[in-house]
């Protein structure tokens, strides 16, 4: 175990493994459990003719696109923060 407090902050390899481990299966369980969802509205609103139901479908699939979108993003500015560098959006005038 490495120790590096350069930036400010540990640098702990194992643990910081760990807690991505955790991070990406929880990740992973959110898409599987949202995209499931999407299933059983679109098929329970297709087979009993609710649009109700088709419409919280559609709007449920908008679900799926942000939880595979938002962990990319967070990965992302991990990648930034590791290089020292910040999102043009974030850099200060």
Known sequence: MTVDFSNGQPDV??????ADGRQNRTALMSVLAAAALVVLKLG???VSGS????????E???DVVATEIIPTAIGALRTWRLWGRRPSSLEEA
């Open 13 to 18: 390899p194992a643990a910081r493994s760990a």
């Open 44 to 46: 329970t609103g297709l």
């Open 51 to 58: 649009l109700g139901l088709v419409s919280a479908g559609i």
């Open 60 to 62: 449920s699939s908008g």
